[in-house]
């Protein structure tokens, strides 16, 4: 079983702070990772391969910094990388990265299957799968909680608001999963060390025929800040004491009358 | 003539979609058109704002399939000279949304949380970030599809005019997805989004059956329970439908009580529409403080049953 999974690169926004003064975000010494959907997908492409042999790509699209981060799918159990960089690569141009990943995906060779999370952590846009899907000429099923393949049978169960929806569908095929998938594993020291001489095929744009300049954006952001809060920040210490005086100003707010 | 075409696959988000679209369509001067397709009334859409509704019930078009539901999109885009897209930022939208982008060119915003018309064109709000920030976008493609959250506003209210409903004939290709079987998630599943009183847990609960505090509360307040992701994931103490945040849902509720919650912003981007905010909680640090109209220190167990007592006595007394 040849899996490729798309993973992207994230600030770890477990550590991205506000500034209060402007409610712009502070990226300064912010460690980049993967999307940690994308590090479901992973998960569930290294369990197949453990099982059922094959190999495992991780493609990505992104800047250089990306290089380096890719390590991390290695350590995890991929077994080799295809990236595109490029300077200053916008990720959430989901037509572009779509673009970018079928071609650099048309450089791997054949695959029976191609795994992603349902969206990225940071933008969670959800588009690069469909896209992605569209561009190969691949059924898409996205949403997707847990699946088995048997013989070339994908059956999967994906998740939506109200049901789960058991689908099937032939290889090759498009999957996006949702975190309740698995837990990802976090990969062994060795396993780390190791990633580094893992192969990892690195190519420009340019190289697969693309110009960013001449593909263009199709996004323009206005701006990005963190929500104005204008709550009353009215704040009780003494415990079960100010129950009471909480009581009276939800009363007197007129929230509590049905 | 140039339109603005709304399509979802859930008819209330569909109604509230041609709320917009009306808006809309009077500041930008495109027509408002919306897709019927599948099991659909195309007259009730029609009663909603819209001057044609393309209406179809071609046999692939059940059960709702992004594939197909792309290609019928696509076929109907032309015929009405779609310029603008509203569809419902549902899982089902936004798994159309991204094919259908990529089958017409187009560009694409999911999951917004506004679309306003201003001088140049429209401008869309999204989080970012991981909603730690609020981004506010707009697409440069003539061909513009956005994907609107489910409750951005009221339903369109049924009106005297009415639309013209147009049976299209598509052609459309099978899905090579198969569809076997739909399961519903739970029973007693709940209107979340809508809700007015919602009571939200976290993991400052020790334990399953320490949740009917909650709902003692909740029960009182005439409104839900809700949680942060890990309660109904990690824990399956509460259905996945119950999951406020980033990957949940989005409250609006006029009273927001986060009871043993930290605030962590996976989680803060599903409740601060909220119009009041209460939290509990007993670390004086948690950021929940910070989002928070009504800040309480101390224990849930303690505070919660005390809430729900004082808020009886008063229910009595009146």
């Not at chain 1, 391969?49 to 190999?55: D, S, V, Y």
């Not at chain 1, 071609?103 to 933008?123: M, R």
Request: hydrophobic fraction near 40%.
């Amino acid at each position: 079983m040849d899996i490729i999974v798309c993973v992207k690169q994230t600030y770890d926004l477990q550590q991205v702070r506000i500034l209060k003064e402007t409610r712009q975000p502070v990226f300064e010494n912010v460690p980049l990772t993967l999307g940690s959907i994308d590090k479901n997908a992973l998960e569930e492409a290294v369990r197949i391969r453990e099982k059922a042999g094959g190999k495992v790509t991780a493609v990505s699209v992104g800047p250089e910094t990306l290089e380096d981060t890719i390590k991390e799918a290695l350590a995890m159990g991929a077994d080799e990388a295809v990236l595109v960089t490029a300077p200053k690569l916008d990720s959430n141009e989901s037509a572009l990265s779509a673009t970018l990943l079928a071609k650099a995906i048309g450089q791997i060779g054949p695959f029976d299957l191609i795994l992603l999370g349902e969206g990225s952590t940071d933008n969670y846009s959800g588009q690069v799968g469909p896209r992605l899907a569209e561009l190969l000429d691949l059924p898409q099923v996205a949403f997707t909680k847990s699946f088995h393949i048997e013989g070339r049978t994908l059956r999967a169960v994906r998740s939506l608001e109200d049901c789960l929806e058991d689908v099937e569908v032939d290889l090759p095929a498009l999957v996006t999963v949702v975190s309740e998938i698995n837990e990802p594993r976090i990969p062994a020291v060795t396993q780390i060390l190791k990633a580094g001489r893992k192969p990892k095929k690195v190519f420009r744009p340019e190289d697969l025929g693309i110009q960013i300049g001449e593909f263009g954006f199709q996004l323009e952001t206005i701006s990005n800040l963190a929500p104005v809060q204008n709550r009353k920040g009215i704040l009780f210490k003494e415990g079960a004491k100010d129950t009471p005086a909480l009581v009276k100003a939800l009363e007197e707010e007129g929230l509590l009358r049905r | 003539m140039p339109s603005i075409l709304v399509f979802s696959e859930q008819d209330r988000c569909a109604f509230e979609l041609l709320h917009k679209a009306g808006e809309l369509g009077k500041k930008t001067g495109l027509d408002v058109a919306a897709a019927a397709l599948g099991g659909s009334q195309g007259e009730e859409y029609a009663r909603r704002g819209c001057t044609r509704v393309y209406a179809s019930s071609h046999e692939l078009l059940q059960p709702f399939d992004a594939f197909v539901y792309a290609q019928a999109l696509s076929q109907i885009a032309a015929t009405v000279q779609a310029k603008i897209f509203l569809i419902g930022s549902t899982r089902s939208g936004k798994d159309l949304a991204g094919r259908l982008s990529q089958m017409l060119g187009a560009g694409c915003l999911t999951d917004c949380q506004s679309l306003e018309y201003e001088q140049e064109g429209l401008v869309a709000t999204r989080n970012a970030f991981g909603g730690a920030t609020v981004a506010a976008q707009k697409l440069r493609p003539s061909l513009q599809i956005y994907a609107l959250l489910p409750y951005l506003c009221e339903p369109a209210a049924p009106g005297e005019a009415k639309g013209e409903v147009i049976q299209v004939s598509l052609n459309l290709k099978p899905s090579r997805v198969r569809k076997i079987k739909k399961t519903p998630k739970e029973l007693g599943a709940v209107d979340i989004e809508g809700a007015e009183v919602l009571v939200c847990v976290g993991k400052g609960l020790a334990k399953k059956e320490d949740i009917k505090i909650a709902e003692e509360l909740a029960s009182v307040l005439s409104g839900f329970v809700a949680c942060t992701k890990p309660l109904a994931t990690d824990l399956k103490w509460l259905p996945e439908s119950r999951i406020i945040g980033l990957s949940g849902k989005k409250g609006k509720p006029k009273m927001a009580v986060c009871a043993g919650i930290s605030g962590q912003v996976q989680f803060a981007v599903g409740i601060r529409d909220a119009k009041t905010i209460v939290a509990v909680n007993t670390d004086p640090n948690a950021y929940i403080f910070q989002m928070a109209d009504y800040g309480l220190i101390g224990d849930l167990y303690q505070i919660l049953p005390q809430l729900t007592a004082a808020l009886k006595k008063l229910q009595n007394a009146k």
